[in-house]
């Protein structure tokens, strides 16, 4: 089943519109690391046509980012794509992505359609350098836990020396403690994780792809601050995108899915 959703991925991947904006190959086709990206990688991830443009699985969008998901392997980077896109968990036996992977989705935010990209990363330390030919042209990043698993929280601060060195400078980042349905195996407290976040400026929430807790909310306030970017009327105020998180989680009594 996961193999399936995998493959079917991919074969999207190869006939996606906008072929200059889209992976010509993937990892798994026999190219790897930054000859890879090199050949794939547009010079810029936005996208801002004149007029809406049409995703490859038919629907118009007005503006397009690409966003991807980081962090330790098992952390449910793919699980929580699948949960964004499809509306499921993807149960049973961990399959660990390899190489990279991606899916599109058309949000409507604000009135405007926005088509997020989104990449989805292999969390093993042999697929890092393909990672890192994708971060320069990431327009947000996902940084992920898991919240059962120490080392993955400890992990981040490598994560982000790595962001850093790789992404453009004002790539949005935001992290996300996965997994917080497992109250009993919990190792890393919420406030643990926000204490993170605030030492190094980033928004942050935990999030469930089991549950869906926050799953929506997470993309969706990522491609609100990638939009109110490029689209920002001079008077308008910056978009405060933790804020926007706590707000719509208070709406929701906390749990939002
Ligand atoms: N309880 C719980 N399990 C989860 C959640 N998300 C993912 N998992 C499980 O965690 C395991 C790893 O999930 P993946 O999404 O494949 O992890 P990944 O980060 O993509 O891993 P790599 O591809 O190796 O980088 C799987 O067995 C999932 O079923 C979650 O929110 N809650
Ligand atoms: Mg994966």
């Known amino acids: 089943m996961r193999s399936v959703i995998r493959t079917m991925s991919r074969k999207k991947a190869v006939k996606g519109r906008g072929s200059s904006k889209s992976p010509k190959s993937s990892p798994s086709s026999g190219r790897t690391g930054k000859g890879l990206a ?8 936005l996208v801002y046509p004149s007029r809406p443009s049409i995703s490859n699985s038919g629907e118009f969008y007005d503006i397009a ?3 991807m998901l980081v ?4 952390v449910g980077k793919t699980c929580l794509l699948v949960r964004f896109k ?7 036996s961990f399959i660990s992505t390899v190489g990279i992977d991606f899916r599109n989705k058309v949000m409507s935010i604000d009135a405007v359609k926005v088509k997020l990209q989104i990449w989805d990363t292999a969390g ?4 890092r350098s393909v990672t890192h030919a994708y971060y320069r042209d990431a327009n947000a990043l996902l940084l992920l836990y898991d919240v059962t698993n120490k080392a993955s929280f400890d992990n981040i601060r490598a994560w982000l020396t790595e962001i850093h060195e790789y992404a453009q400078q004002d790539v ?12 009993h195996d919990r190792a890393v407290k919420r406030e643990e994780g926000e204490k993170l976040a ?9 999030t469930s792809a089991k549950s869906g807790l926050n799953v929506e909310l997470a993309f969706t306030a990522v491609a609100k601050e990638l939009k109110h970017r490029t689209m920002k009327e001079p008077d308008e105020p910056k978009f405060q995108l933790q804020e926007y998180v706590n707000k719509e989680m208070r709406t929701a009594g906390c749990c939002r899915s």
Do not use: H, Y
């Open 172 to 183: 949005v980042v935001m992290l996300l403690g996965n997994k917080a349905d497992s109250t």
């Open 198 to 206: 605030k030492e190094f400026g980033v928004p942050f929430m935990e």
């Open 86 to 92: 499809d509306g499921a968990f993807l149960a049973g």
């Open 38 to 45: 090199a050949a794939a990688a547009p010079s810029s991830g």
């Open 71 to 74: 962090g330790d392997s098992g």
């Open 65 to 67: 980012f690409k966003v």
């Open 124 to 127: 093993q330390e042999r697929f």
